[in-house]
Nanobody, 115 residues
């Protein structure tokens, strides 16, 4: 079992910054990839940024150059640094961790970009 707790969302003006945190606990040794997703249109969550064991990272085209995913292995925490935020970034952001058995999701944290 893996538990994920997100934090760091909030209300920010366009051009501002936020840093999201996702703390993992439980059986974290089996995690091979973690990522940040947002709800997007409809009911399909879309990938924002992720890392895979071996330090490979990938980003949605819409956030390249603005968002950075990082991790602190000692704290079992993954971060999403979001800079130059745009109104279209407004969404609920979810942390996901994957093992070979299943995916684990956090509860989501709201990011609102509004002037």
């Amino acid at each position: 079992q893996v538990q994920l707790v997100e934090s760091g969302g909030g209300l920010v003006q366009p051009g501002g910054s936020l840093r999201l945190s996702c703390a993992a606990s439980g059986s974290t040794a089996g995690i091979y990839t973690m990522g940040w997703y947002r709800q997007g249109p409809g009911n399909q969550r879309e990938l924002v940024a992720s890392w895979i064991s071996g330090s490979k990272t990938n980003y949605a085209d819409s956030v390249k150059g603005r968002f950075t995913i990082s991790r602190d292995n000692a704290k079992n925490t993954v971060y999403l640094q979001m800079n130059s935020l745009k109104p279209e970034d407004t969404d609920v952001y979810y942390c996901r961790a994957s093992t070979i058995i299943k995916h684990y999701w956090g509860q989501g944290t709201q990011v609102t970009v509004f002037s």
